[in-house]
């Protein structure tokens, strides 16, 4: 029988949100497979960072519509940003991709992509919001 845990030791479980640091290098990396040559990467390599980039891409999908919510809602950057954010809400709600190698890396790239594009989202609409707010 296992011993009963205390709230001590279920602080220091980690957290389920991917660290930033080390999911943006892996978004560079995926970004920059060339799928169309040379060898693919491992399926169940390519399946783990699907499900680490969509777990972050929400997060970030969460910060970029709250800051699209500041926005002027006519504004170019809140268009933009919702056509982002509607693109993420697609993309993350899709069951996983089948164990074909070739289908599961390039699940692992659109979503980096897409976390690149919500990067870019909130980079550019986070000051923004924040102008329109001090006006």
């Not at 986070?126 to 102008?131: I, L, Q």
Request: charged share 25%; aromatic share 2%; hydrophobic share 40%.
């Amino acid at each position: 029988m296992e011993p009963h845990k205390t709230h001590e030791q279920t602080t220091a479980l980690p957290l389920t949100v991917p660290d930033k640091v080390e999911t943006l290098s892996l978004v560079e990396t995926v970004v920059s497979w060339d799928l169309n040559r040379g060898s693919l990467p491992e399926t169940d390599i390519s399946l783990k960072l699907v499900k680490e980039f969509t777990a972050y891409g929400r997060v970030l999908g969460g910060d970029l519509a709250t800051v699209c919510r500041r926005l002027l809602a006519d504004s170019d950057l809140r268009c933009g940003a919702q056509a982002t954010l509607r693109e993420a809400a697609r993309r993350f709600h899709m069951p996983p991709p089948g164990g074909s190698a070739r289908g599961a890396a390039h699940r692992a790239q659109n979503l980096a992509r897409l976390v690149q594009a919500l990067l870019r989202g909130t980079g550019s609409a986070a000051p923004a919001a924040a102008n329109e707010e001090s006006e």
